[in-house]
């Protein structure tokens, strides 16, 4: 199957195809040195908590929420712009050998409290870049009977666009924040910068 | 002695059986960690990250996954770290007068110094293409096993080798008329 | 709140960091299984090439994949789409050779954004070259919003210059602007709005001044 692929290549591609399939020389002392790493290394086992490690989006477990709701609504500030000089001292992630290159403080999440008061709404969203602007990501609740809406989301720090949904279909930005310019679709959207260490 | 079977053996506490694992799929992983980065140094610390990473995760390793295809993933994904850390923004200067030296007369033969030219020509395409490129020809995966490696749809890795492909040919056509 | 619940809080978050930051290996639309499969085959061909072009470009991708998406959860037609991920990709680019290399995502986002409601190079150069040490993002995310209120760009831009030469910080910008949306909405002409509330703005010294060294301002020219 494959080979009839690359025989439909052009001669040079084919070229280095063939090429590009030579075992390369491996270096020995590489090898030990990874076979050394190894012995170092904890035994591996099966993990209770693989939801804790599983990559994800932005959805918290249900005890998770309950504790963010409770003890870090001083965090987020009501409406859009938000500016967190000091955010939660919170630990490093555990180093690890392949881990992405960013500086540790700066990739530690902050929850950011979304607010919309809509009185006449049956259901409200709030969607952005943090979401792939997916209108059933990130629905919004309301307590009362006085069109408050609310949801709590945890949003790296930096610049973040973002819109309501209302009712599935109507996007409009957000009263309390700046605007973002035009989106190129007719509607407007709205802009958080998240505070986090200095850049 | 399946890679699932070994897998099992480790997790139950016969650490050798990783070295097995190791000593199966290193060469391999190897080769497309050296094509995709094309440097030694970088390709090394690739593949270091690589199986470190397989080992202290190999408890989330579900037997249902192929473990080629698992390994792979940490591997692309280690590949694309160590590219985006170092910069990439130097361009790899292609000798003309050595493509001409090397051009295949439709019987390749192999001298060390195609080595050093196909990396190079691998080093000029755009990483993501490099990578489609380097799954599909020679790692010889299908592209639905290539989709679920990288995450990224069938046709959009359709896309990217068929670029691939055309600007490798391309550059051959522009330097073969001068 | 207990300390054992806040910390588990904590512990989410910092494991959703990893995580995230992990994930972020593979590229955001890729979290998903394609999303971007939604499109034709025609709209999607076109997004990949510039999406290829803006990562040889050493362009981040992530704003030209999230405008793609926005596009496609608005159910806006592919071609529009299309148009919309250049015009973001061109203004990135442009952002780009003012800020040069050393700039942040947020801040060539932020720039970029700038360079679409119509602020020159010039005068985004000029906000750029002085006080490289803190970060342009929000000046930027605040002249944005305020000339798409309407304030007159020129008066914007000279006023947010004005205002960050003379070593305003993310909140006194942050404070204006409520100021300024606050009077808009009350009927205030904007560009009377930016001009009074600037005017409260204190002044800070340049952040590289010596400790101790009085600030500037007490002879300041307040030209409107």
Known sequence: ?199 | MSDAADVQRVLNGDVDAFSRLVDRYYERCARFAVRMLGNRDDAEDALQATFLRAYRSLGKYQERDKFSAWLYRILVNQCRSIAARRNQRDRVFVREEALLLNAPDRRPTWTGEDEELVQRVLAELDPLLREAFLLKYVEELSYEEMSTLTGVGVSALKMRVKRACDRLRTRWERIKDD | MSMTRRMMAVLVLSAGAATAAWAQDVSPAARELDPLGRLSEGSRYQIELILDSARVAGLPTAPLESKALEGISKRVDGRRIVSAVRMVFRSLRDARSVLGAPATPDELNAAASALRVGVTRAELAHLTQIRRDRSVTMPLVVLSDLITRGVPRDTASQTILQLWQRGAADDDFSGLWRGVERDIVSGTDPGVALLNRAREVPPRGPSSQPEGSRPEGSTENRNS
Do not use: C
Request: avoid cysteine; glycine fraction near 10%; proline fraction near 10%.
């Open chain 1, 1 to 199: 199957m494959t080979e009839d692929d690359v025989k439909t290549l052009d001669p040079y591609v084919q070229w280095i195809v063939a090429e590009a399939r030579r075992p390369v020389a491996v270096d020995d002392a590489a090898r030990r040195r990874l076979l050394e790493a190894l012995r170092a290394e904890p035994q591996p086992t099966r993990r209770r908590f693989d939801w804790l490690l599983e990559p994800r989006r932005f959805a918290l477990p249900p005890l998770a929420t309950a504790a963010l709701a409770a003890g870090l609504m001083g965090i987020g500030v009501i409406g859009g712009l938000v500016i967190n000089r000091d955010g939660p001292k919170a630990g490093r992630p555990r180093a690890e050998v392949a881990e992405t290159p960013r500086l540790p403080g700066s990739i530690v999440p902050r929850a950011v409290k979304f607010v919309l008061i809509a009185p006449q709404a049956a259901r409200v969203a709030v969607v952005g870049d943090f979401n792939g602007w997916d209108v059933s990501a990130n629905p919004m609740t309301t307590q009362g009977k006085d069109g408050t809406w609310t949801i709590f989301v945890p949003l790296h720090p930096g610049l973040h666009t973002y819109s309501f949904v209302v009712d599935g279909t109507h996007f409009m930005p957000d009263p309390a924040a700046p605007l973002a310019p035009d989106d190129g679709y007719g509607h407007q959207s709205s802009v958080v910068l998240v505070g986090g260490s200095s850049l």
